[in-house]
């Protein structure tokens, strides 16, 4: 098990689940630029929905997950995905990411470790990240 403190040594693989394709790969982008990047063996991959997220989880280490809480689902939101990885023994690091502070508090209740405000992950993911006991490079 690889402590938040070591992180930094060993390459991560942050997965972010969203609807929004375009904030996807926006904020896929900005976490590169922030630092974490393939070129140092690190990896960002990306889920539309909690079926991707489960998908992309089972084939192989993830280290950080960025959930939506406000997922655009009728059979599951954010918080709901959350708490099935918790009782499928999924033990790494996620973050509920929403501006609804509702959805938020929820995914916290379902097993999130933090949230954050999507609006600032998106513009300030290094900090944020950082904020929350992810070290980027």
């Not at 944020?128 to 992810?134: A, H, M, W, Y």
């Amino acid at each position: 098990d690889v402590g938040v403190e070591s992180w930094r040594r060993y390459a991560m693989h942050i997965l972010i689940v969203d609807d929004d394709q375009s904030f996807r790969r926006a904020l896929g982008r900005a976490i590169e630029l922030a630092g974490y990047d393939t070129e140092h063996g690190h990896r960002v991959s990306t889920a539309r929905d909690g079926d991707e997220c489960r998908r992309v989880v089972a084939d192989g280490a993830v280290d950080v997950i960025l959930m939506d809480g406000d997922l655009d689902d009728p059979r599951e939101n954010g918080p709901q995905v959350v708490a099935t990885l918790r009782q499928a023994g999924y033990t790494e690091k996620i973050i509920m990411t929403s501006s609804k502070p509702a959805l938020a508090e929820e995914g916290l209740r379902a097993g999130a470790d933090a949230s954050c405000d999507k609006v600032d992950l998106g513009v300030d993911p290094r900090t944020v990240l950082s904020s929350l006991g992810v070290s980027l490079p």
